[in-house]
């Protein structure tokens, strides 16, 4: 999977894969540790915003906001 550049978003997807392509049934454990260790592949959970949070507007203001708060900060 990871030379098809695909993307991973669990070990469930990764034992589902293993089943269905390889006929291979292995433990979510298993390949988690394996992921985790021997691939130094980690998993974070994606919070999910809103479509707003990313607008040209909101971007703006956050940048003002860390420019007058580095600035207080001094």
Same mark, same amino acid.
């Given at each position: 999977?990871?030379? +098809?550049?695909?993307? #991973?978003?669990?070990?469930?997807?990764? +034992?589902?894969?293993?089943?269905?392509?390889?006929?291979?049934?292995?433990?979510?454990?298993? #390949?988690?540790?394996?992921?985790?260790?021997?691939?130094?592949?980690?998993?974070?959970?994606?919070?999910?915003?809103? #479509?707003?949070? /990313?607008?040209?507007? /909101?971007?703006?203001?956050? +940048? +003002?906001?860390?420019?007058?708060? #580095?600035?207080?900060?001094?």
């Amino acid at each position: 999977m990871t030379q +098809q550049d695909t993307f #991973i978003d669990s070990a469930a997807a990764v +034992q589902k894969v293993l089943l269905e392509e390889h006929q291979m049934e292995k433990k979510q454990s298993l #390949i988690r540790s394996v992921m985790r260790d021997d691939l130094d592949m980690r998993f974070r959970k994606v919070l999910p915003v809103s #479509i707003h949070a /990313n607008s040209w507007k /909101n971007l703006v203001l956050r +940048q +003002q906001f860390a420019l007058k708060y #580095i600035e207080l900060l001094f």
